[in-house]
Structure formats: C-alpha cells, structure tokens
C-alpha cells in the first residue's frame, strides 16, 4: 500500500486546513485509515481514524469538535478536514493504513496501522 499525503502549509490561529491522503496499492474499501500526528519533542498521536466502510469515526479528545475526517471511494482518498486551528495543532501529520480491520472498526492504537504515508507538514501561527 502506498499513501500519498499533502495539504499541509502555513496558517493563522483560526484558520483551517484540508489533508488530503490517496492510496493505491490495495483495495481502498479494504483499509481502515487514520491521520496521526507528530509534534516537536513529542509522540505520534492518533487523532482521528475512519472505518473501512466509513460509517465509523473516532477522534482525540484534542481534536474533538474541530477537526472532521472522511473518505471518497471514488477517488481512494481519505481527507482531515481541520478548523479552528491551534498552534498546538502545529505538527507534521501522517495518514495510515491498517488493512486486517473488519468493515466497522475504527483502529485506535498506532501499532494497529500497517502501512504510513510520508507525512505533511503542518504550522500554525499564534
């Protein structure tokens, strides 16, 4: 499987951001997909992931309220669409892959995923 991520860039406090991640490799309706994030100085952190049939979210409490995560089929594509940006928020956010999930789960663990994008980089200014 491979992920292709972007959409990262420079943004004010506030603003918001759209990432974008395409898979190709594997059937996309086969892979439960994540966004997971790394800060300076800091762990990954899974902050949002979407079901294989994407009727199931799951979202980090840092994010919850402000950042919404979504598929397209059509386009094997999965989106963090990201709003009210902090500039704790301000990391370099990967997407993965887990392709052993059954069609409604959610994976919520990092070692769950199998596959990584390369990651985009994402700033926020105060």
């Known amino acids: 499987v491979q992920l292709q991520a972007s959409g990262g860039g420079l943004v004010q406090g506030g603003g918001s951001l759209r990432l974008s991640c395409v898979a190709s490799?594997?059937?996309?309706?086969?892979?439960?997909m994540s966004w997971i994030r790394q800060a300076p100085g800091k762990e990954r952190e899974l902050v949002a992931a979407?079901?294989?049939?994407?009727?199931?979210?799951y979202y980090a409490d840092s994010v919850k309220g402000r950042f919404a995560i979504s598929r397209d089929s059509a386009k094997n594509t999965v989106y963090l669409q990201m709003n009210s940006l902090k500039p704790e928020d301000t990391a370099v956010y990967f997407c993965?892959?887990?392709?052993?999930?059954?069609?409604?789960?959610?994976?919520?663990?990092?070692?769950?995923?199998?596959?990584w994008g390369q990651g985009t980089l994402v700033t926020v200014s105060s």
């Open positions: 993965a892959a887990d392709v052993k999930a059954i069609l409604s789960n959610t994976p919520r663990t990092l070692d769950e995923y199998d596959y």
């Open positions: 979407i079901s294989r049939s994407g009727s199931g979210t």
């Open positions: 490799g594997r059937t996309f309706s086969r892979l439960a």
